[in-house]
């Protein structure tokens, strides 16, 4: 295996300092950086919106992983992809036409992301894997940033890896949530390739030196 991607999560950024911070994560190493859109229906919080992207689309050149909590993603499409979006990801609860949706990310340009909540099955995915390119594994559930990592996800990582694997998918498998050094391992053996930070990476008081120490948890592994 390969070593693992970072996506630093810009929730648990100090946003008085947010070209600094993410700065730092990616002299870390990290190579995306992860945006958690919310809009207070899908899940309790609001967060971002594209303004922010756009913010971070001139402090970094690393693609930005935006993960939308939002009823309708649908409708946000094309205004993400022309704010600089390079990951567009959303719950298949959120809305109905899941497939053509999907289709629609990637006519945009942007990577099609399907979010998997602790509590939803791997049937919404199989229905719709061949216009997924990456699987974002839930490992709380979505609305806040700080949360413990559920152990049941490690077992839901290795059952998306073994779908993907059966129907020679190169998506990506991204795990969000309750990422630490004392987490991430279990989540890379398993079988996920990214990885979700924001408490881990912003809530350290260097967040390039704890990127690094998340990515050499899975290199040191055998
Ligand atoms: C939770 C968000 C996560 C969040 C993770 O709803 O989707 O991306 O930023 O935060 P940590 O890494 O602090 O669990
Ligand atoms: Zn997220």
Not at 6 to 14: F, K, M, Q, R, T
Not at 124 to 147: F, I, K, R, T
Not at 154 to 160: A, D, M
Request: contains cysteine.
């Amino acid at each position: 295996m390969t070593g693992a991607r970072i996506a630093a999560s810009v929730l648990a950024c100090d946003l008085g300092r947010l070209g600094e911070q993410v700065t730092a994560a990616v002299a870390g190493g990290a190579e995306w950086i992860h945006v958690d859109v919310m809009d207070g229906h899908f899940v309790p919080s609001l967060t971002f919106g594209t303004p922010i992207i756009r913010a971070l689309r001139r402090i970094t050149d690393r693609p930005l992983d935006v993960h939308l909590m939002v009823q309708h993603p649908e409708h946000y499409i094309a205004e993400y992809a022309d704010a600089g979006a390079a990951v567009f990801t959303f719950h298949p609860e959120a809305t109905v036409h899941v497939q053509r949706h999907l289709a629609a990310v990637r006519e945009r340009g942007m990577l099609a992301g399907l979010a998997l909540n602790p509590a939803t099955p791997l049937a919404h995915l199989e229905e719709v894997v061949a216009d997924v390119d990456l699987v974002l594994v839930m490992s709380v559930n979505p609305g806040y940033g700080g949360q413990n990592y559920l152990p049941s996800a490690t077992e839901k990582i290795r059952r998306v890896r073994a779908l993907l694997d059966r129907v020679a998918s190169r998506a990506a498998l991204e795990v969000d949530g309750g990422i630490t050094t004392a987490t991430i391992a279990d989540a890379y053996r398993a079988g996920a390739d990214s990885f979700v930070a924001g408490t881990a990476v912003f809530g350290e008081p260097d967040p390039a030196a704890a990127v690094h120490e998340l990515k050499r948890r899975c290199l040191t592994l055998v």
